[in-house]
């Protein structure tokens, strides 16, 4: 087992999650782990890589159709590389949405004793919500944010509107607000 620290880049206040997954979990496992810990929806993109800094000799994993960047080569598959392999020689970064720039640093500890029952994914915590899909990235979810907090903002119940079919009525719009059993229950029915 590993514990992972997954630290979405940029954002303030942080949003972070702590999984605790099995080392052979593939990198197609952990994509659909990271979509639901973080609450996106598989709308758009994402690639897996070994540095912030794409470039030649970047080592990077996709599902085959995730051409991110002109200076990486072709990306290895991911559901054939485990969590364990990629992470072997320090970080890795998944990215999500190309055009919003969602940069998540993974970061693993030394293996781990089994917290609770033999799950693929375990959610050990974490904290702030996930941003909304299509928020505009990190500057654009900040600005949605202060928007949201603000009643008096010309564009408040614009984004109020846009917002809760994104958030849904059990996640308030809040930058803290994050459930950890409600996340976990997801992944369950996942893996």
């Known amino acids: 087992l590993m514990t992972l620290q ?15 997954v099995h080392d052979g979990l593939t990198l197609a496992d952990l994509h659909a782990a990271l979509q639901i810990a973080f609450g996106w929806r598989e709308r ?26 002109s200076e990486l080569d072709d990306p290895r598959p991911e559901s054939e590389a485990t969590v ?10 998944y990215e999500y949405d190309f055009d919003d720039g969602w940069n998540h640093r993974i970061d693993a500890s030394a293996p781990a004793t089994a917290i609770g ?28 944010l202060a928007v949201l907090a603000d009643p008096d903002h010309p564009d408040h119940a614009e984004t109020t509107e846009w917002t809760a079919p994104i958030a849904g009525p059990w ?6 607000s994050f459930d950890v059993d409600a996340v976990q229950a997801e992944l369950d029915g996942w893996f």
């Open 6 to 20: 997954v630290r979405l880049e940029d954002v303030e206040p942080p949003i972070v999650r702590e999984l605790q």
């Open 84 to 93: 364990a392999a990629a992470l072997a020689d320090g970080p890795l970064w």
């Open 44 to 69: 758009h993109r994402h690639l897996f890589r070994d540095t912030d800094r794409p470039g030649p000799g970047t080592r990077c994993w996709g599902d085959g159709d995730q051409s991110a960047d």
């Open 117 to 144: 029952d033999r799950r693929p994914v375990t959610l050990l915590g974490g904290r702030g919500r996930g941003p909304f899909e299509d928020s505009g990235g990190p500057r654009g979810y900040t600005e949605k």
């Open 171 to 176: 996640f308030p719009p809040t930058p803290d």
